[in-house]
């Protein structure tokens, strides 16, 4: 009886270390993953503001454009992105930076989301490609949409709201 207990021990944790092994662990936030960006504009027309978004972030800070932060990257020193809040399984800080592989020369910040990134309503483009919204001015062309790239996390790397570029009223 002591012997076929001892099996049946020895199979249930057999059993429970090859289901841990086998478990698939989230990536890393330094492992490059497949991104699918596209634009969206905080100067729309306000015909078009509801699809936009709107011209501050989930802090209530400005949303900072491409060309704002290529023009001037001391007074704008990021891009910001709309994206889920949770991504490679855990919640992402306001401000976390974010690499996209195309774009080294622009410092981007996940700052933003809407409805289309997250739960049901989570609008995935293309399956194994997470969705980004990179701020860009209404009217411009800059080759974001549908562009696929790489993309990186460093959620060490984060900001506050800059109290300066809020806006009011």
């Known amino acids: 009886m002591d012997r076929g207990l001892l099996v049946l021990w020895t199979v249930a944790g057999l ?45 209530h800070a400005a949303v900072i454009t491409v060309q704002q932060h290529r023009k001037d ?46 739960g049901d309503k989570k609008r995935i483009r293309k399956p194994g490609y997470e969705p980004f919204d990179i701020a860009t001015d209404y009217g411009s062309d800059l080759g974001f949409s549908l562009k696929e790239t790489m993309y990186r996390l460093d959620r060490k790397d984060i900001i506050k709201p800059n109290t300066r570029q809020k806006k009011t009223g």
Do not use: C, N, Q
Not at 24 to 31: A, G, L, S
Not at 87 to 108: C, T, W
């Open 15 to 59: 059993l429970l270390l090859s289901r841990r092994a086998s478990t698939p662990k989230p990536p890393r936030d330094d492992e490059w993953l497949p991104a699918m960006l596209t634009e969206y504009h905080p100067d729309a027309p306000e015909s078009e503001r509801e699809m936009e978004g709107g011209s501050v972030d989930r802090a």
């Open 73 to 118: 990257k001391a007074k704008y020193p990021y891009v910001s992105v709309s994206s889920d809040t949770v991504l490679r399984g855990e919640s992402v800080p306001y401000g976390a930076r974010i690499y996209f592989g195309a774009y080294p020369d622009l410092v981007f910040r996940l700052v933003d989301t809407g409805g289309r990134f997250r």
